[in-house]
Nanobody, 117 residues
């Protein structure tokens, strides 16, 4: 299994970016895909997740109302649409995969998001 994250970049505060995570291999219905981020000097934190089957989503508080996670089953790709970006959203964003009930055990390489004020 490989997860390939892309879509990061430099954006002004208030702008938008859409991150993509392309998953190779099988995408079983019991998988959950998540986005995490890690800012310099900080621990990695959870952002959002979506179940591959049913598309059930979950967001951390700072992401609610600004970020939207979605998936395209035909493309084996998960997206994170980020709107109203703030400088504090600057981080390396990672996608990850787990089986429901277990820890995330497959991680993508990360994509840098930089929001300037």
């Amino acid at each position: 299994v490989q997860l390939q994250a892309s879509g990061g970049g430099l954006v002004l505060a208030g702008g938008s970016l859409r991150l993509s995570c392309a998953a190779s291999g099988r995408t079983l219905s019991r998988y959950v895909m998540g986005w995490f981020r890690q800012a310099p000097g900080k621990e990695r934190e959870f952002v959002a997740s979506i179940t591959w089957s049913g598309g059930i989503t979950y967001y951390v508080d700072f992401a609610k109302g600004r970020f939207t996670i979605s998936r395209d089953s035909a493309k084996n790709t998960v997206y994170l649409q980020m709107n109203s970006l703030k400088p504090e959203d600057t981080a390396v964003y990672y996608c990850a995969r787990k089986i429901r009930g277990y820890e995330y055990n497959y991680w993508g390489q990360g994509t840098q998001v930089t929001v300037s004020s």
